[in-house]
């Protein structure tokens, strides 16, 4: 259902006249058709909170004016708008899609809308910068209808029947989660058309990502959460001991495991705090909101996964009167794998990382190698410097952990410090530093390259300043690209307690080969290439493209050089000395 609503939406706001700016942007390039079928996304993202929250009857805040109640209910609800999806097809109007936005810019607003009974939910979901495009724009009765008609029933027999959204679960959101992956979007701005096609599975490969089943979830909580969870309620003050404790998924998906081990923790809280074996929803509601603030942590490479791992756990934890949880901070877009330590950075750069792999000139590669060794030796340690850095963050994330996020006031001024962290000279600085460390594996050894070697590094750490714009900007890029994730930057309040880390990490980490496949690779754009007949006959069509297509050959060369960068920063970089040997497989190296 979630596929058909986005191809009638996304059709729907192609087609109605009023839609200039959209397709002018489209056309022109403005807007890539990937950022549009992101603001889709959200959009039925959007739709599925409110269904569940309406379903659930959490959306109005307790002692809600019942006239304003009646309001929203008759003129602006999502049950008004599947009841007319039930029985009509729609006009060509659009008073409808202005209801439905109306809805959401109050939810995201910090009054709320108390003339409709509507609180201030606040979050990205609700916020002007998630849909801007689409806020602007308009879509026919007929086309919304089509697509609320698409998330709300299932045809069985000829007879359609609602979706049970009072009781939807985190592994739905999984299963819708894990059939986006095999899409992309396909636009005709002419003919207004909008499809979804299928890439032989090219996305899921790429982002690792696969379905966890409920009862694997079950067993490995009973395992591994359940004996933290006693010796948490064994302690002198329990609700402490179970609010203290830090819970995390580096590869997190749709948040199957994060929605799991909350509802576990949660349950206890709310019985050490009602002193009741079997605490009443309204006590497992509040708990649970706390838990989700506090204990949780997670980590995807795919941001489509973060964004639905936290409308996955905003569900769950939707309490009435307060607003969604500040997630921000703990439910990180990321590549769990490629990042920097403190005692790595401390060390410099390793002369293994001047390799030559595909498109180095192997003299600036022997070159840079030679600097390398010259520029460690008889250096002093950055040791001081990094865990000066660290502490300071830890200190201030600290903080903002403990703040609170109860009210709306309370949620914006968390966004603001975290804001405010996240701009900081100090962060700022080690993050450079880290991703410049990161960079060093996967730079162009060219004579155009960005040249950075242990020297450079050493400059960064005494002065920000010292590193020219045009290799900051190459820094940058390269951290996009790659997504490097520093575990300590990200959550420095985890790692620079007495702990050192999360006390318990729970995952179903992706066991996919670190290799590109050519077949997967062409097969959207060249599928013959992908249908040749032996590796060879592949080979000698891709070598063909450097005359016949550039642009695709390019990207082709840009796609096997990024394969080859990550294979040799986890073969080099000194972060998977147990599991670096032989042909890489991402379980292991997860597990390590």
């Given at each position: 259902?979630?596929?058909?609503?986005?191809?009638?939406?996304?059709?729907?706001?192609?087609?109605?006249?009023?839609?200039?700016?959209?397709?002018?942007?489209?056309?022109?390039?403005?807007?890539?058709?990937g950022?549009?079928?992101?603001?889709?996304?959200?959009?039925?993202?959007?739709?599925?909170?409110?269904?569940?929250?309406?379903?659930?009857?959490?959306?109005h805040p307790?002692?809600?004016?019942?006239?304003?109640?009646?309001?929203?209910?008759?003129?602006?609800?999502?049950?008004?708008?599947?009841?007319?999806?039930e029985?009509?097809?729609?006009?060509?109007?659009?008073?409808?899609?202005?209801?439905?936005?109306?809805?959401?810019?109050?939810?995201?607003?910090?009054?709320?809308?108390?003339?409709?009974?509507?609180p201030?939910?606040?979050?990205?979901?609700?916020?002007?910068?998630?849909?801007?495009?689409?806020d602007?724009?308009?879509?026919?009765?007929?086309?919304?209808?089509?697509a609320?008609?698409?998330?709300?029933?299932?045809?069985?027999?000829?007879?359609?029947?609602?979706?049970?959204?009072r009781?939807?679960?985190?592994?739905?959101?999984?299963?819708?989660?894990?059939?986006?992956?095999?899409?992309?979007?396909?636009?005709?701005?002419?003919?207004?058309?909008?499809?979804?096609?299928?890439?032989?599975?090219?996305?899921?490969?790429t982002?690792?990502?696969?379905?966890?089943?409920?009862?694997?979830?079950?067993?490995?909580?009973?395992?591994?959460l359940?004996?933290?969870?006693?010796?948490?309620?064994?302690?002198?003050?329990?609700?402490?001991?179970?609010?203290?404790?830090?819970?995390?998924?580096?590869?997190?998906?749709?948040?199957?495991?994060?929605?799991?081990?909350?509802?576990?923790?949660?349950?206890?809280?709310?019985?050490?705090?009602?002193?009741?074996?079997?605490?009443?929803?309204?006590?497992?509601?509040?708990?649970?909101?706390?838990?989700?603030?506090?204990?949780?942590?997670?980590?995807?490479?795919?941001?489509?996964?973060?964004?639905?791992?936290?409308?996955?756990?905003?569900?769950?934890?939707?309490?009435?009167?307060?607003?969604?949880?500040?997630l921000?901070?703990?439910?990180?877009?990321?590549?769990?794998?490629?990042?920097?330590?403190?005692?790595?950075l401390?060390?410099?750069?390793?002369?293994?990382?001047?390799?030559?792999?595909?498109?180095?000139?192997?003299?600036?590669?022997?070159?840079?190698?030679?600097?390398?060794?010259?520029?460690?030796?008889?250096?002093?340690?950055?040791?001081?410097?990094?865990?000066?850095?660290?502490?300071?963050?830890?200190?201030?994330?600290?903080?903002?952990?403990?703040?609170?996020?109860?009210?709306?006031?309370?949620?914006?001024?968390?966004?603001?410090?975290?804001?405010?962290?996240?701009?900081?000279?100090?962060?700022?600085?080690?993050?450079?530093?880290?991703?410049?460390?990161c960079?060093?594996?996967?730079?162009?050894?060219?004579?155009?390259?960005?040249?950075?070697?242990?020297?450079?590094?050493?400059?960064?750490?005494?002065?920000?300043?010292?590193?020219?714009q045009?290799?900051?900007?190459?820094?940058e890029?390269?951290?996009?690209?790659?997504?490097?994730?520093?575990?300590?930057?990200?959550?420095?309040?985890?790692?620079?307690?007495?702990?050192?880390?999360?006390?318990?990490?729970?995952?179903?980490?992706?066991?996919?080969?670190?290799?590109?496949?050519?077949?997967?690779?062409?097969?959207?754009?060249?599928?013959?290439?992908?249908?040749?007949?032996?590796?060879?006959?592949?080979?000698?069509?891709?070598?063909?493209?450097?005359?016949?297509?550039?642009?695709?050959y390019?990207?082709?060369?840009?796609?096997?050089?990024?394969?080859?960068?990550?294979?040799?920063?986890?073969?080099?970089?000194?972060?998977?000395?147990?599991?670096?040997?032989?042909?890489?497989?991402?379980?292991?190296?997860?597990?390590?």
């Amino acid at each position: 259902g979630v596929e058909r609503a986005i191809a009638a939406l996304g059709r729907g706001f192609l087609a109605h006249p009023a839609n200039v700016e959209l397709r002018e942007a489209l056309r022109g390039g403005e807007l890539a058709a990937g950022d549009y079928y992101r603001e889709l996304l959200r959009l039925v993202y959007r739709l599925i909170f409110l269904f569940v929250a309406e379903d659930r009857d959490l959306l109005h805040p307790p002692g809600a004016d019942a006239r304003a109640r009646e309001r929203y209910r008759r003129f602006y609800s999502s049950e008004r708008l599947r009841q007319l999806a039930e029985r009509r097809r729609g006009t060509r109007h659009g008073d409808l899609y202005q209801a439905v936005c109306l809805v959401f810019s109050r939810l995201g607003a910090d009054a709320g809308c108390p003339e409709l009974a509507l609180p201030a939910l606040g979050g990205f979901l609700f916020s002007e910068e998630a849909t801007p495009r689409l806020d602007r724009s308009q879509v026919a009765n007929g086309d919304l209808l089509d697509a609320v008609r698409a998330l709300s029933f299932l045809e069985e027999g000829g007879v359609l029947r609602a979706v049970d959204y009072r009781n939807l679960g985190s592994e739905e959101l999984g299963s819708v989660y894990e059939s986006l992956l095999e899409l992309h979007p396909e636009l005709n701005l002419e003919a207004a058309s909008f499809e979804l096609a299928r890439a032989a599975g090219h996305e899921r490969k790429t982002t690792g990502s696969y379905y966890t089943p409920a009862s694997l979830v079950s067993s490995l909580l009973d395992s591994a959460l359940e004996p933290l969870l006693d010796e948490a309620a064994r302690a002198a003050d329990p609700e402490r001991a179970l609010l203290d404790l830090s819970v995390c998924d580096p590869a997190c998906g749709s948040g199957h495991f994060l929605v799991a081990a909350a509802h576990r923790i949660a349950k206890r809280l709310a019985s050490v705090r009602t002193g009741e074996e079997e605490p009443a929803p309204e006590a497992l509601r509040a708990a649970l909101r706390d838990v989700v603030s506090r204990c949780l942590y997670g980590v995807d490479v795919s941001p489509m996964a973060v964004e639905l791992c936290k409308v996955s756990l905003w569900l769950e934890a939707l309490d009435p009167g307060r607003p969604l949880s500040f997630l921000d901070a703990h439910i990180r877009c990321g590549n769990s794998l490629l990042g920097a330590t403190p005692e790595l950075l401390s060390a410099g750069i390793p002369d293994e990382a001047f390799k030559a792999i595909e498109g180095d000139d192997t003299k600036v590669a022997g070159a840079l190698r030679r600097r390398n060794r010259e520029e460690r030796r008889g250096q002093l340690s950055l040791d001081d410097f990094v865990l000066d850095l660290e502490a300071r963050l830890a200190e201030d994330a600290a903080a903002l952990d403990a703040a609170p996020d109860d009210t709306i006031g309370a949620l914006r001024e968390k966004e603001r410090r975290f804001r405010s962290l996240a701009e900081s000279e100090e962060y700022r600085r080690s993050r450079l530093l880290a991703d410049a460390w990161c960079a060093a594996f996967v730079q162009e050894k060219t004579a155009h390259g960005p040249g950075i070697t242990t020297g450079l590094i050493r400059r960064l750490a005494e002065s920000a300043n010292s590193l020219p714009q045009e290799t900051r900007r190459a820094i940058e890029r390269l951290a996009d690209d790659f997504r490097f994730f520093h575990w300590h930057l990200e959550f420095p309040a985890v790692f620079a307690g007495a702990k050192g880390g999360f006390d318990c990490v729970l995952s179903n980490p992706p066991w996919d080969q670190i290799q590109l496949d050519d077949r997967e690779f062409f097969a959207t754009s060249r599928p013959d290439i992908t249908a040749a007949a032996n590796m060879a006959a592949r080979k000698r069509a891709i070598a063909k493209l450097a005359s016949e297509h550039p642009q695709l050959y390019a990207a082709y060369r840009a796609a096997v050089r990024s394969v080859e960068s990550v294979q040799h920063f986890v073969h080099k970089s000194g972060c998977f000395p147990l599991t670096s040997y032989g042909r890489l497989n991402l379980a292991p190296l997860f597990v390590e």
